[in-house]
């Protein structure tokens, strides 16, 4: 499985920005993906979250009614749409694929098997 990342950039605080995973694979809608991110100095730290159905989908609480997650399975894609950007999303963020997931699991890293390059996003204030 190969997952590609893109839509990164800079953006002034309060804007928008749309990320995309393309991922390669048949089975492909088999897949729970998230979306992690990693800010200098710090930990890498889930964001999001979509079951391989795009019907449950988790996010952290600090993107809550901000971002949005969602995955169509006939094109292989994972996108993150960001609004209300702060100084604080600024970060690299990675698209990975848990191809046997387990409930409750989701935002663990350790529990996904394959990940992105990432790309970096900056929010400037």
């Known amino acids: 499985v190969q997952l590609v990342e893109s839509g990164g950039g800079l953006v002034q605080a309060g804007g928008s920005l749309r990320l995309s995973c393309q991922a390669s694979?048949?089975?492909?809608?088999?897949?729970?993906m998230g979306w992690f991110r990693q800010a200098p100095g710090k930990e890498r730290e889930f964001v999001a979250a979509v079951r391989g159905s795009g019907s449950t989908t988790y996010y952290a609480n600090f993107v809550k009614d901000r971002f949005t997650i969602s995955r169509d399975n006939a094109k292989n894609t994972v996108t993150l749409q960001m609004t209300s950007l702060k100084p604080d999303d600024t970060a690299v963020y990675y698209c990975?694929?848990?191809?046997?997931?387990?409930?409750?699991?989701?935002?663990?890293?350790?529990?996904?098997?394959?990940w992105g390059q990432g790309t970096q996003v900056t929010v400037s204030s």
């Open positions: 990975a694929a848990d191809v046997d997931y387990v409930p409750g699991t989701y935002n663990y890293p350790e529990r996904y098997d394959y």
């Open positions: 694979g048949r089975t492909f809608g088999t897949y729970h």
